[in-house]
């Protein structure tokens, strides 16, 4: 049985039961749940009335920490990246990956995909470190990143081959002092890369 903490009795409402929706999708499209466990988890979360009830619902998956980041003390401190540090890859074969809302972005990423598209939203996102590495392999896929208003970029690393391009529509920060993302790698067979800023 899972601990009880205490804001179990918070009440929840739509953006609530939305949020553990949208991490059950992602939960289920990463193979943590098959459909039946899936739809029944759905079913109870759109019917939850508290935080314990929504808690329950992504119970012993690696998404749980994600549907309360406000119920976590968060860290000031920027985790530094241990040296040759593995990246954690993103794959899209013939499928659409998608990273938005509140998570995790590791020191090291590697996107890989062929007819595929990739979107990563960086606006909530909680960055481990200073900076995050991003290597591109893709073949006739999109990219798509969106910035948060303090967030640089470098795509200066990206060799872009066979009518594909990168369109960095962000223009610069709007204000100094955020994490920076340095894109590299190989983009090809039409592939596209488009940056913007919220």
Known sequence: MAESLPDDDLRVGNP???????????AFAAGYLEI????????????????????AVLAQLPVAGQLFPDAVPRSTALVPVPHGAQPIEIAADWTTVRRKGV???????LVTGSWGTIDLNFVNAE????????ELQVS????????GADHE??????????????KDKAGPPKRPGG????????ISGMSGVVIRRR
């Not at 006739?140 to 910035?147: D, N, R």
């Not at 970029?153 to 990168?166: F, L, N, P, Q």
């Open 140 to 147: 006739v896929s999109t990219v798509k990143l969106m910035l």
């Open 103 to 109: 998570w995790q972005v590791p020191a090291r990423l």
């Open 127 to 134: 960055f481990l470190g200073p900076s995050v590495d991003i």
């Open 36 to 55: 039946a466990e899936f739809e029944e988890r759905s079913a109870v979360a759109y019917s939850a009335r508290t935080r314990g009830e929504l808690r």
């Open 16 to 26: 609530e039961r939305e949020r553990a929706i949208a991490l059950l999708n992602d």
């Open 179 to 186: 994490q920076s993302i340095r894109l590299a790698g190989a």
């Open 153 to 166: 970029i470098d795509v200066s690393g990206v060799d872009a081959m066979g009518w594909s391009s990168v």
